[in-house]
């Protein structure tokens, strides 16, 4: 009986241990294919930016189908989390939609899944885009993906607290560093530069300072963390820490922690978001605070831009001028620029940076827009990079030397 | 051979489920393990052991082994003398035991998550509520608190004392059983030989819980080692390797790097270590047997 009761025990245990391992999901979903009556059905499929992104996508629908009376149009709406393994279902199963908004475009672009983007808009459509955007979306010299919305970096300046300190807005990083200390001279726990090099967006906070002293993580062929260039950007942020004129502890500040003290009026300069504009209006509209380029080694005005992407997938190939029909309608100025206002995000167009330049909270960042840089995710390797600064970066505030640090970032990303 | 044949009809519902959920996920495991398996899951073909070669190799490897027996032994022998404290004294009768005893339960109702943001947010610099009081105390000299969960060691630590906090009320209350079980006429016989309460409790009452207390460490042993929720939650924002505990390494390699093949290969360690631990433990103590 001994004996039994230890298989049983030993049979518990071994559930025990493996239950954890036993969570993963097959999902499948099916969808209507093809045409009736003569007319063109074209299958949308979006992820959900915010609680209004389906009515959004419903009013431009609306107004597409009135326009076009023989093109019907389906959406289906997915979550992020679960929008790359519906796509990747829908193209085992051959039934890939003709449309959707995603952000990597590579992989299916190297697949030849896509249409050249060029083949799916009009000229005067295709010739709007910015031009930074466009080599962003392009594969081997040919855009796949149509820039859809965009996100860009600026410095967010608590006035009140410059002033208080005596400091002006600073343009490169020697103005940002003795300001930066100013502001951290007032003391009752004020920090002069928020600066988060913790996991949740280490990457970004690493391009803001390696990218503005020159340097950059490299191209869609070969990933170039450990460069002299790249080294400017990090000594200078041992420098900020060394000297005092950051928060404490900045190697394992997360970001939107961090931006919630700025918010509070405890942190002299932060790089945002264009939706921390929305943030500090809901949170705290009283904050003193103004938004400004970010400061760069040489005052050389810079960016980091985050682009989503539309694509269409060529399936039969049957549908090009409906898809056409469709991106030509969807990206027109009047129907574009609401869309991407009531996101929060901002448009890639040149007509729609036009038409949003009357405000005013996002004017410092549709200024910046055409000298945007972007991360390589064109790069297989990218995904290994991201998370190798999100692992690693945050030593720069430690006994580590920034070579060693940006060695160790390079060599994760070639072991992976 | 006949009998067993009986018997299929009613135990092949249970065989299939545990070959369904218990072996076939191990077995995946251990084949994923010796496979070289591309970002996007596709399988390149088998590479035999150099996963565990690249995986024992990693210079943080060691370390972090270390890190996880701290961790396994310090909260499974807290726990363990929180809960006999705790059990004795819900075990005497006393007005609002019962509320005693449902307060006691609140840390296992509650989610883990739940519990271990609630601590961490206390522990922000700036706005949380534990580095207030500190400050406010005088403690801390700085006026925005300390970073405790932004330093390996103090992070750390801080898991550590939500993981014995989670483990109490289920270690209590199994303890608690055993203790209701111990015959009144063995307490009282100690006392009339003239035991103190120390004595009566460390040599008579003590040794009747050795089933109770051998089933809890045992249980908590494979529940500690095996947890990454809290480690996740007051670790999570700290760069390098110098707070990770396996679990939290194997998750490394499956979420941020995407490295099936290290992490299975990981895994499959990990699980043997358990395996290890759990045959030494039952050897010894025995706690599936009767007293």
Known sequence: ?416 | MKDLLKALPWIGPAVALIAAVVLFPVGLMFWNSTRDISQSGVDDGGVGLANFATVVGFQYFWPILGRTVVWVVVVVGCTLIGSLALAALLNKAFPGRRLVRMAVIVPWAASVVMTTLVVHYGLEPYFGIINSFLVDVGLISTPEGYGWTRHPGTAFAWAMVVAVFVSLPFTTYTILAGLQTVPGETVEAARIDGAGGLRTYFSVVLPQLRGAVSVAVLINIINVFNSLPILRVMTGSIPGYDADTIMTMIFKYMQNQRQIDLASALSVIAFLVVIAIVAVYVRVVRPLEEV
């Open chain 1, 1 to 416: 009986m001994a004996q039994y009761r230890r298989l049983g025990g030993i049979l518990a245990i071994t559930l025990a241990t493996t239950t954890g391992l036993t969570a993963c999901g097959f999902g499948g979903t099916t969808s209507d294919e093809g045409t009736d009556g003569g007319s063109t059905t074209l299958d949308l499929l979006v992820p959900s930016y915010s609680d209004a992104t389906q009515g959004q996508w419903n009013d431009v629908i609306a107004g597409f189908e009135e326009a076009n009376p023989d093109i019907k149009v389906n959406l289906q709406v997915e979550s992020w989390d679960n929008l790359e393994s519906v796509i990747a279902t829908k193209i085992q199963g051959g039934e890939a939609p003709d449309i959707y908004n995603g952000g990597p475009f590579a992989g299916f672009a190297e697949d030849e899944l896509l249409y050249p983007v060029e083949d799916v808009t009009s000229d005067e459509t295709y010739a709007d885009f910015q031009p930074t955007f466009l080599e962003n979306a392009q594969v081997d010299g040919t855009t796949y993906g149509l820039p859809f919305i965009a996100s860009a970096r600026a410095l967010f300046v608590n006035d009140a607290l410059l002033e208080e300190a005596g400091a002006e807005v600073p343009a490169t990083w020697d103005e940002l560093l003795e300001s930066a200390k100013k502001v951290s001279e007032l003391g009752g726990g004020v920090a002069g530069y928020g600066m988060p090099l913790g996991s949740e967006e280490a990457q970004a906070e690493a391009a803001v300072w390696l990218w503005g002293g020159g340097g950059s993580f490299g191209d869609s062929e070969a990933i170039t963390i450990d460069t002299p260039e790249n080294l400017a950007g990090a000594e200078y942020i041992k420098t900020m820490i060394d000297e005092g004129a950051t928060q404490a502890d900045a190697g394992a500040t997360d970001r939107s922690p961090l931006f919630d003290i700025f918010v509070q009026g405890k942190i002299g300069m932060q790089v945002g978001l264009p939706p921390s504009v929305g943030q500090i209006e809901s949170d705290n509209p009283d904050l003193e605070y103004s938004i400004h380029p970010i400061p760069t080694k040489d005052g050389e005005p810079f960016t980091l831009g985050v682009a989503d992407h539309l694509m269409a997938f060529q399936n039969d190939g049957d549908k090009q001028e409906a898809i056409t029909a469709f991106f030509d309608y969807f990206y027109t100025a009047d129907v574009y620029v609401p869309w991407v206002q009531a996101e929060g995000f901002l448009p890639t167009t040149v007509s729609g940076s036009e038409a949003l330049s009357g405000e005013e909270a996002l004017a410092p960042f549709l200024e910046v827009l055409p000298d945007a840089q972007f991360y390589p995710t064109t790069n297989p390797d990218w995904a290994a990079t991201d998370s190798a600064f999100k692992a690693l970066f945050g030593q720069l505030d430690g006994d580590k030397s920034a070579k060693d640090v940006l060695a160790e970032i390079q060599d994760q990303v070639d072991a992976g």
